[in-house]
Nanobody
Framework: VQLQASGGGLVQAGDSLRLSCLAS????????MAWFRQTPGKEREFVAG????????IYAGSIRGRFAISRDNAKNMVFLQMDSLNPDDSAVYYC??????????????????WGQGTLVTVSS
């Protein structure tokens, strides 16, 4: 199984970025997908999650209204559109996949697979 995240970069405050995650080696449409982020010295933080059919999305309070998660089951991809970025959004962003999330989207330990991360840096 491989989750390949891409799309990170250096941007200025107020800019937008779109992260992508390409999954292979798993039944993608059977997996719940999510994005987490992590900064040095801190635990991995939930950002957004999406269910199998894109009917339900859930967001962390800090990014609600600015970020949008989506998926394309035909292409085995999940996306994170990030608008109105600010320096607090700077982090390594990870995509994650899990068939059954025992405690819910927000719990990193419930996911089966992780991507390698893509770095987002927002300058002020």
């Amino acid at each position: 199984v491989q989750l390949q995240a891409s799309g990170g970069g250096l941007v200025q405050a107020g800019d937008s970025l779109r992260l992508s995650c390409l999954a292979s080696g798993l039944a993608f449409s059977d997996n719940l997908m999510a994005w987490f982020r992590q900064t040095p010295g801190k635990e991995r933080e939930f950002v957004a999650g999406i269910d199998w059919s894109s009917r339900n999305m859930i967001y962390a309070g800090s990014i609600r209204g600015r970020f949008a998660i989506s998926r394309d089951n035909a292409k085995n991809m999940v996306f994170l559109q990030m608008d109105s970025l600010n320096p607090d959004d700077s982090a390594v962003y990870y995509c994650a996949a899990g068939r059954f999330l025992r405690r819910g989207f927000e719990y990193a330990g419930d996911y089966d697979y992780w991507g390698q991360g893509t770095l987002v840096t927002v300058s002020s």
